[in-house]
Each structure stands twice: as structure tokens, then as C-alpha cells.
Nanobody, 120 residues
Framework: QVQLVESGGGLVQAGGSLRLSCAASGIMYDVRAMGWYRQAPGKQRELVASMANSGRTNYADSVKGRFTISRDNAKNTVFLQMNSLKPEDTGVYYC??????????????WGEGTLVTVSS
């Protein structure tokens, strides 16, 4: 049984930094990428950053230059370094393992989320 467990969220002032971690356990099948999504109240869940198995990365325009995703495949862990945080970064951040076929997020593996709150 697969589990994705996020950690590292919390309260931080604007301009500060946080580092999120996601530890995976169990055997995951057909994973093509690992990533982070976030959801703020009243908004749709959005992709923040992802890294494919090839190492290719993808970032939302709003976080480019501020966030960095990395993976430690030997430890089955993915990280999100978040710098220069803004209040609009506030939300619940979810770890995601993207499975084949692409575009079918309902079949992906998901963590329970970790709350990030950025104060002005």
C-alpha cells in the first residue's frame, strides 16, 4: 500500500523560506513524475512544480525563480524549496506521484497535504 507523507509546512512571513518534504513508502506503479500541487480556499488545485523521471522540471509561472523541486530517488523523497514567499503562496500543498497515462490525476498517488501560511 502506497503512502505519501508531506512535512515542512508552517507559518512564515513574506520573504521567508520553507522546505517541504514528501516521503513515499510502498511500491508505486507506473510513476512518470513527482510533483507538488497546492490549493487555496475558493481556488482550483494547481500544479506548482514537477520533476519527471528524466529529471526534466516544470514550474508554474507564478513560482519560477523562487521555488525549486528536487528528488532523492534512493530515499524515495521529493522536496520543494520555497524562497521569497508571498501571501498568495498560502495554501495546502500536496505531494503527487503522476502515473501513466498522463493527464489522469484521479489515478495518481496523493499525500494528505501540508499547510503553508505566508503572512504579510
Amino acid at each position: 500500500q502506497v503512502q505519501l507523507v508531506e512535512s515542512g509546512g508552517g507559518l512564515v512571513q513574506a520573504g521567508g523560506s520553507l522546505r517541504l518534504s514528501c516521503a513515499a513508502s510502498g511500491i508505486m506503479y507506473d510513476v512518470r513524475a513527482m510533483g507538488w500541487y497546492r490549493q487555496a480556499p475558493g481556488k482550483q488545485r494547481e500544479l506548482v512544480a514537477s520533476m519527471a523521471n528524466s529529471g526534466r522540471t516544470n514550474y508554474a509561472d507564478s513560482v519560477k525563480g523562487r521555488f525549486t523541486i528536487s528528488r532523492d530517488n534512493a530515499k524515495n523523497t521529493v522536496f520543494l524549496q520555497m524562497n521569497s514567499l508571498k501571501p498568495e503562496d498560502t495554501g495546502v500543498y500536496y505531494c503527487n506521484a503522476d502515473r501513466w497515462p498522463p493527464g489522469n490525476s484521479e489515478m495518481d498517488y496523493w499525500g494528505e497535504g501540508t499547510l503553508v501560511t505566508v503572512s504579510s
